[in-house]
Every structure is written in C-alpha cells, then in structure tokens.
C-alpha cells in the first residue's frame, strides 16, 4: 500500500468522542516532520466560535488565509463563501455574471440557507486547497481534513453524487463530475476511519467504512485511538479472573475491553482492505494526545512499525 | 407543575453521537411502564434501534411494540408506539396534507427538486418533526410523545431549525424564483437578469425546475411555518412539556450542552433536565491489583501489567466524574442532571433500556433543590 503521506488528501472521520481532532493534528504533525508541506483543516467551523482543531495550536480558530499554524503545518479555515466564488468563477466564463451572481445578497441567502450548496461550497473550496498550485508547484502536498463528527460525513460523500442526480446535466453537474473522480481516486483521496477498541465504537467505526466504500470514497486506514495491548497470556488471565471471582479487582474491564476488541479490529481491517494503526494514550488534553501519537508515527512513510498490521 | 412524565410532550435533544434515541426509547419505555399511552417519534433513526424495538422503518403510521415483546419486559398491558421516520418521507406526508389540491400535491412530490428536499433545505428535518408533533399532539391518542429530534451538529439545531427555515422563506429569496413572465416594468428586468445568472449557474432545466418547486411549496412551507409557531406556544409550557438535553461527559459535548443550557433559558424552554450519557464509573470498593501483589507473588507480572488498566479507568472516572460536576455547576438548581453510566453494545438491546427507563424515572421524580 502507497502511504497515506503520498496522498493528496486524507478525510479524517469516525464518531463524536474517539479522539478524530487529535488524530487529524497528529498525522499533519507527523507528515511535516517528514517534510511534507502539508495543511490541516476542518469543516463545519463556525466563525467566532473555539475550534478544537486550531486549539490544539493554541489557537481560537484556523487562520482565514493560508499561514503556518506551527510545527511546520499550515492552515487554513474553509468557507462555504470561498468555495462559491472558487465554484462560480470556475462554472461561469462570464465575468459579469460572477459579479452580478455574487453581489446578489439574495442568491448568497439562497445558497447559504440551501444546505446542499452551502456542503458544495465547502466542497469546492477544499478542493481548491489541494490541487492550488504556486509558481508551478503544488501549494500543499497532503491535505488533512478534521471531518465532521456525525453522519455529516457520509453527507458530505455523497453530496456530489446527490446534486449530479438532482440536477443532472448543466455546469454544476460538469464541475462536481470532476470532484467526484477526485474524490473517488486511491491515490489521491484516504478516508482515515479513526475509531476506540472498543465494541461499539469499532462497529460504528465498521459501518462508517462500508458506507464510505460504497459511495466510492477509498479507505486509507482505520486508526485506533486509546489503544492498550493485551498483556497477558492465557495463563495469565485465568489467574487473574480466578482472583476477580474473589472479589471486584480493578483493571479487569478495561483489559477484558483490551481482549474482546482486539479481534473485531482485525476484523475490520481485513473487511475494509485498510491498515491497522494503533495507538496508545492516557486521558491527556487534546494537544498533549496529538503530540502524544504524532510521536509514535515513525519517520519514512506514514504510519507504521510496530503498531502497524495487517497492510495489504 | 406536571410530573414529567405525565407531560405531553417530552423533546430530547442533543449533539449527534451522544445517544440521544437511546435515551429518548428509555424514556418512552419507562412513561408507557407508567400507563402512560407513549408515542415515541424518531426522525432518521439507526438501523439498530428499529430492530431492537421491532418495527419498521417509513411506514405510513406509527405501530405498536408487539404485546409479546412488552411482556418480555414485564410490562403487559403497556401502550408503546413507535414511528421512525426517513426526514423525505415525512415531507411527503406532509405535502399530502398540506397542499391546497391533489394536482398541486403530485406535481410537487415528482418535482426533482422536492425529492431531495430534506437535503436541499436547512431546517426542513426539524421543521417536519414540528409537524408531525403538531398532528399527532392535537389528535388526542397519546397522553404523551416522546421526540427523538433529528440527528444534528449540536444540541441547539432543534431551536434553530424555524428560524433556518425563515430566512430561506424570506420575500427577496422567494422573489429570486419568480418567473419573469409573472412580473413588469423594474421587477421584470430584475427578474430576466436573475434568469440569466441562474440558467448560466444551474442550467436551463434545472432553472425551470427550481421555479417549479418554489412556486408550489412556498404556500406549504407557510402553512408549516404557521403550526410550528403554534406548536412552540405549547413546547414552552412546563405544564405541557419538559426538555431534556443528551450530552456525553467529553469536553466539547459539555460546552454544547452549555450553550443549550443558556439558550434555553433566554428563549424560555422548559429544561427539565440534562442527561450525561456514557459514563465511566469508578468502583470505589474494587482492589488494585498492586495490594495484592504481596498475597500472590507468583502474579507480580501479571498484576503489575493489570495495574496499568487499573489507572486508565480512574483516570476515566475521575474525567467524567469532573465532566458532571461541570455540568452540574452549569445546571444550578433549576434542572435535574442525571449521570447514566456507559452500557456498550447493551444499550441496543430493549432490556437493557427499560432499565435505564427506570433509572432516568427515580432520577428524575426527585424533588429538586431550589434556592
């Protein structure tokens, strides 16, 4: 498998609370450490508001234009407005048109109220990121995308594929059958499917990865956060569940969570023909834990080493 | 005031991922334990919980949980029904009824643009579980509903989705999809010069479509926008209704929770309560492996690796224990908070939920301290 790092872009997903931002953080951390120039960013930013991503750079919120935000990541909020004019002036020749298209308070109303077209926006712009080029070279190499928490994801997948079937033919349709091929090329595009060893986080996790692969969007990796190893072998373990008979001894559940969720992650990397990435942390802030895991990606090409497994 | 669970209606909302149907299913199952006849609505519900209930999804009406099944939870005699509803399903329904004539109403659902509508319009989710709210409140076959709001960014999406729906209901938006032909003098030019823009943006067809759907689904999202206002008149009655928000104990679902906390109180919504779900409880009367290595040397290995474990679930506990305190300290003295401890994959099976019902129902039937 191409490592992630030569990737153009990497959608970082998985449930609210399994540490994605954190993740996100870390493998642009790890990827400007091997001298990548990279961005991160994030959707669903709300201006004004503290971002968790941009926090883990001491940040409030992610810088409105390009800049370093540290450690040799750039940033960059995307916005729903850029990507219309980004969109607009890529679909429409005619430059009076944009401007008459965008001084028009009441179509930017439209589009902003219009969810559909706010995502197309988002879209556009984060495209715009990844293939924007600079005396002649690429202005970022690798994108890393904190996506949003929820079922949003999928939403956002799906959405080109939502509007070409809606509006079937006319420039609209033209511009996202281009970001659709984008999106759905291996060699451009990971979906990092972050997920907790856990039971019903990797199952989240799992139907989260069909979905995505259904819908044509190539799954990187499946990254587990707040991973322990089992420690004990079998012998082991029975003893200490003969002693936990005796009385309630603390640590079983965790290690027995440990045990069971080993096998459901295997699973699930073989299902969705993705690498295994695992990595350990305490209960520390945010910026601690990106840093934390950013140093257990070695150096070289992308995640790997011991925590790795299952590459195909 | 009105016990809450003898209240009409009772909403739940939350971030999405906080487990915000399960909670809202407990509840239902525990005001039906009661004698209450429950509706439980849920708008785009998970795969799971209609199979965990037994019904299925996008039906016309909602359908009772089987005698056998309420039984299984000694609960016979129970009345518990369940709708769960895809978000474009529910605006049919609602076009059905809302639209002036039959014509109208067909030409509209085979409109391309309203068969997406739940994914074009922001708002249109909440707005639609408003409406089915509305009918069902006013028809009198449930003493109480139970709303599952639909799955959202944040907790608040629930208050804001009207007014979402105002802005796009805003004349000069409206105005945009006005046919040209149904316009003169200024408006007109004004109006050929938008055509322009859009059939150079959308494309000729799409264009016409556009004007279709706003042409025909402006009257019904009026008449939408009117029963929300007069369902809200109800949802800020305590007397008729209690709100409870879902958070989980991580930092960013608690600042969520705070922003609906203070929302709620400017706007006047009756909180009930706020429920802190997932949580990581310490056991206080376990041993740590390490005092047991003296007793069991031949397990120094063992324990010591274990002891590792041991920490991470302090260190969790005592995270979520400081999580609820925060919440708490937030909540004051005007609402219950009520800590359920994480139930992994239990929480998908109906057995499970009932208890958590009864748990959420002592809780919550505790009289609160005001100052």
Redesign the interface.
């Known amino acids: 498998m191409q490592s992630l790092f030569d990737k153009r872009v990497l959608l970082v997903t998985g ?3 399994v540490g994605k931002t954190s993740v996100a953080a870390a493998l642009a951390i790890a990827a400007a450490r091997v001298g990548r120039r990279v961005l991160l960013t994030e959707l ?1 930013a709300e201006p004004g508001r ?1 971002s ?1 991503l941009a926090g883990v750079f001491g940040l409030r919120e992610l810088p409105a234009k390009r800049r370093e935000i540290g450690e040799g990541v750039y940033g960059e909020m995307v916005r729903a407005r850029t990507g219309h004019e980004i969109f ?1 002036s890529r ?2 020749k ?1 430059r009076p ?1 944009i401007r ?2 965008l001084a ?4 930017s ?2 589009l ?5 077209f ?1 995502e197309m926006g988002v879209y556009s712009h984060v495209i715009d990121l990844a293939v924007r080029e600079k005396k002649g070279e690429l202005e970022n190499e690798l994108v890393v995308i904190d996506m ?5 994801m999928i ?1 956002i997948a799906e959405l080109p594929e ?1 509007l070409i079937s ?8 033209r511009g996202l059958s281009a970001v659709r091929e984008f999106v759905a090329d291996p060699d451009k595009v990971a979906a990092c499917v972050v997920t907790l060893p ?3 986080p990797i ?1 989240e996790a799992g139907e989260l990865a069909a979905e995505l692969q259904q819908r044509g969007v190539p799954i990187g990796a499946i990254l587990v956060n707040r991973w ?1 190893r089992f ?2 072998d079998e012998e ?2 029975a ?2 569940k003969s ?1 936990e008979n005796a ?9 027995r969570g ?1 045990r069971d969720s080993e096998a459901a992650l295997q699973r699930l990397s073989v299902r969705t023909h993705a690498p295994l990435y695992r990595f350990d942390d ?2 520390l802030t ?1 910026a601690e834990v990106a840093r934390h895991i950013a140093d257990q990606i070695p150096a070289g090409d992308g995640p790997s080493g011991a925590l790795q497994e299952g590459d195909s | 005031m009105t016990p809450l669970f003898e209240r009409q209606v009772l909403v739940c909302c939350g ?4 487990g915000k149907t399960t909670v809202s299913t407990a509840l239902a199952l525990e005001c039906a334990r009661r004698g209450q006849r429950v509706l439980v609505l849920t708008i785009d519900p998970s795969r799971r919980l209609a199979e965990t209930l037994g019904v299925r999804r996008n039906l016309d009406a909602p359908v009772a949980i089987s005698a056998e099944t309420l039984d299984s939870l000694g609960m016979s005699g129970a009345s518990l029904d369940a709708w769960m509803l895809d978000p474009q399903r529910v605006s049919e329904i609602t076009v059905d009824r809302l639209a002036p004539n039959r014509e109208s109403a067909e030409r509209l659902k085979a409109n ?2 309203f ?2 509508v739940s ?4 708002g249109m989710q909440e707005y639609t579980a408003m409406e089915a709210l509305h009918e069902f409140s006013t028809a009198g076959r449930y003493d109480t509903i139970v709303l599952d709001t639909p ?3 944040n907790a608040l999406a629930f208050l804001d989705g009207p007014e ?1 729906l105002e ?2 209901l ?1 004349r ?2 409206l ?2 999809f006005e046919r040209a032909e149904h316009t003169s003098g200024i408006r007109r030019a004004a109006a050929e ?2 055509a ?3 059939t ?7 264009w016409d479509d556009l004007q279709e759907f706003f042409e025909l689904f402006a009257p019904i999202l009026e008449q939408l926008r009117q029963n929300a206002g007069a369902m809200w008149e109800r949802l800020d009655n305590p007397e008729l209704t209690g709100f409870l928000v879902v958070a ?1 104990p ?4 608690v ?1 969520d929770c705070e922003v609906f906390i203070q929302e709620a109180s400017s706007r006047r919504i009756p909180l009930a309560g706020v429920v802190v779900n ?1 949580v990581h409880v310490g ?1 206080p ?5 390490r005092e ?1 290595i003296a007793a ?1 040397p ?2 120094r ?3 010591e ?12 506990a005592a ?1 979520d224990a400081a999580a609820i305190h925060d919440v708490q300290a937030r909540v004051g003295a005007n609402a219950h908070v009520v800590a359920l401890r994480d139930r ?2 239990g ?1 998908a099976m109906l057995s499970v939920l009932a208890g958590v019902g009864r748990e959420l129902g002592e809780a919550l039937d505790r009289p609160l301290r005001r100052s």
Do not use: C, Y
Not at chain 1, 247 to 255: D, N
């Open positions: 449930k609210g609370g669903d503290q968790s607009l679909i429409l005619v048109l008459a298209a028009s308070k009441s179509l109303r439209f902003e109220a219009a969810p559909s706010t949003p928490a929820t079922g949003h939403g939502l809606l509006l079937e033919s006319g420039p609209v349709v856990e039971q019903l199952s322990r420690p004990f082991q373990w003893a200490l002693l009385g309630e001894l603390a640590g079983m559940h965790r290690a440990a305490t209960a945010r | 971030a999405g991922g906080v391309r643009m068969r997406n994914a074009m319009i922001a799955p959202a960014r979402r802005r796009l805003d000069r938006i105005a945009l010069l938008i322009r823009v859009m150079a943006v959308f494309g000729e067809k799409n989980s991580l930092a960013e679902s600042a997932r056991h009367e376990a041993v740590m492996p047991l069991r031949d397990l290995v063992a324990l690796r274990l002891e590792q474990f041991a920490e991470d679930e302090a260190l969790i995270r992994g994959a929480a």
